[in-house]
Structures are given as structure tokens and as C-alpha cells.
């Protein structure tokens, strides 16, 4: 009885694999574009408000300084909006995914406007 058991068993795991293969060949070139594309997306944010700080917030304008923040913080949040044009579903992304979009946006932005003021 033992050994049908395994056999059964044996069997069950056999085809939940298969069934899992079959599904996650597309689930995992799916979730590889979309990581691709939140990378593009979150680093030409990034780039793009780095170069919008660099020619509106010239040190010579009178604009208060706290402007960059709320150009930086207009990058991040305009994403969301564009992941779903995109057909991503925003739903499944988690803490990590978020955290990820800001320290691409965070830093891109950082650096472009870093190196256009020197």
C-alpha cells in the first residue's frame, strides 16, 4: 500500500511539474519584459527630470530650490499611470518593485543634473 502510495505520489508531482513548466515559460518572459521595461521607463524619468532641474533650476533663477524635489517626486509618480497604458499589471508589483522604480528614478535623476552642473 506503501508503494502505490508513492507511485501515486510520484505521479501527482510528475504532471504538477509539467503543468508548471508549460505556464512559466511565457509567466517568466513576461515578467523578464516587464522588468526590462520598468528599468527604461523609471531611468528615462530619471535622466529626463535630471535635464529639466538642470535648464529651469539654472543656480542664476529665482525658483525656489524645493521645485527639484517636486520634479523628482512628479517623476516617480507619473509611472504608475504609464505601466498601466504599458498593460502591466501595477497590482502585482510589490514593495521591492516600487522601491526599485524610485532608486533608478532617484539616482538617474541625481547624476544626470550632477553632471550637467559641472
Known amino acids: 500500500m506503501v508503494v502505490a502510495m508513492s507511485k501515486k ?19 517568466r518572459r513576461k515578467k523578464h519584459i516587464d522588468g526590462i521595461t520598468k528599468t527604461v ?13 538642470f535648464y529651469f533650476l539654472a543656480p542664476t533663477t529665482e525658483r525656489p530650490e524645493n521645485f527639484s524635489y517636486l520634479l523628482l517626486l512628479l517623476a ?3 509611472q504608475k499611470p504609464i505601466y498601466v497604458q504599458l498593460g ?22 541625481f547624476i544626470t543634473w550632477t553632471l550637467l552642473l559641472n
Open 76 to 78: 516617480f509618480y507619473i
Open 88 to 109: 502591466m499589471d501595477v497590482a502585482q508589483f510589490n514593495w521591492k518593485d516600487w522601491f526599485y522604480i524610485a532608486f533608478m528614478t532617484l539616482i538617474l535623476w
Open 41 to 53: 521607463i523609471a531611468s528615462t524619468l530619471g535622466m529626463l527630470s535630471g535635464i529639466i532641474c
Open 9 to 27: 505520489r510520484v505521479a501527482k508531482t510528475a504532471v504538477k511539474e509539467a503543468v508548471e513548466a508549460a505556464i512559466e515559460k511565457p509567466d
